[in-house]
């Protein structure tokens, strides 16, 4: 019974168009403000997004106002005021960063998970009023105000975060986006060495896969063509110092290891070993790279030659 109401819920914040004009304003002030700080150019758009982490940073600064606010119910209800407020607080300063990445990431999604996150954010933020009016009430000496603003806060919360894991186990915004098999395995023909022109992105098929092939400086590298933050065509986008930019959204990726360079992606590319027989240019799926123990080399996946 519960389940099919939330779902009922879900379709109908997604098919709410009414959110879609309101959310259009927001996404080109949010680019302004970002354009303006120079947040979109460098390391700060990386940082924001968690390509340093490996992961979105915005579901990882979450668990702090969650568990802080949680915290701070507990503290109240034995009866320690000043405990209680100062776990308020930390939550407070976790929720602002929750709202600057939060804000970050959404601009980079489109109808109905742009929908969801209007609302996602609405009541994130109408969670964090109610708990800084609590924070303050408390400084003041009106605890019995400040544990009712708490009380209302903290199902405010829980329905963001509700909205929140559908985007991610819904709508897959923040997960990985491209094919972790292992196809092919084996070294397949995709494309004559003739028909690979210098300095442009070229969509091949290798089994089931869609494959990106880039030769620059005389090297063929091969990536996989969706991009990883929500599977944009690489073979569309542009390259630059030895990496690819998604044309979608602007992440950038380097040609040789499939690293992410900058956001809003944060997984790496799969890459793929080449080698040239035959006229043909063939590809197979490059084993995922491992960290070596303390003190011995890794290894490093090198072009394959015939």
């Known amino acids: 019974m519960a389940q099919r109401a939330l779902d009922r819920l879900l379709n109908a914040i997604e098919g709410e168009d009414r959110l879609d004009r309101p959310g259009h304003r927001l996404v080109r002030a949010l680019a302004f403000a970002e354009n303006l700080a120079g947040v979109t150019r460098g390391r700060a758009r990386g940082f924001l997004h968690g390509v340093w982490l490996g992961h979105p940073l915005h579901p990882v600064l979450t668990d702090l106002p969650i ?31 929750a709202v600057v990445t939060g804000l970050h990431d959404w601009q980079h999604t489109h109808d ?17 009023a109610l708990y800084g009016w609590s924070w303050w009430q408390r400084g003041r000496g009106h605890h019995l105000r400040g544990r009712l603003a708490t009380l209302l806060g903290y199902p405010v919360i829980m329905a963001g975060g509700f909205l929140g894991g559908a985007l991610v186990c819904r709508h897959r915004v923040g997960v990985d986006q491209t094919g972790r098999q292992l196809d092919p395995r084996h070294f397949t023909p995709v494309l004559a060495e003739r028909d690979l022109t210098g300095n442009r992105p070229h969509r091949v098929r290798a089994g089931d896969v869609d494959v990106v092939l880039v030769r620059v400086d005389g090297r063929i590298h091969a990536l996989e063509n969706a991009c990883p933050h929500l599977g944009g065509p690489l073979s569309q986008g542009w390259l630059r110092d030895g990496s690819i930019t998604c044309p979608w959204h602007g992440s950038q990726f380097e040609l040789r290891s499939g690293e992410s360079l900058n956001g809003p992606a944060t997984a790496p590319v799969p890459c793929f070993q080449t080698r040239v027989r035959d006229g043909w240019i063939e590809v197979r799926r490059a084993p995922k790279p491992t960290s070596s123990p303390p003190g011995s080399a890794l290894v490093h996946q090198q072009e394959v030659r015939p």
């Open 67 to 97: 568990g802080s606010w949680t915290t701070a119910l507990v503290l109240d209800l034995t009866g320690q005021k000043r405990a209680a407020r100062a776990a308020v607080g930390v939550g407070l300063a976790g929720a602002l960063a």
């Open 112 to 128: 109905n998970a742009r929908r969801v996150g209007m609302v996602h954010g609405t009541l994130n933020t109408l969670a964090v």
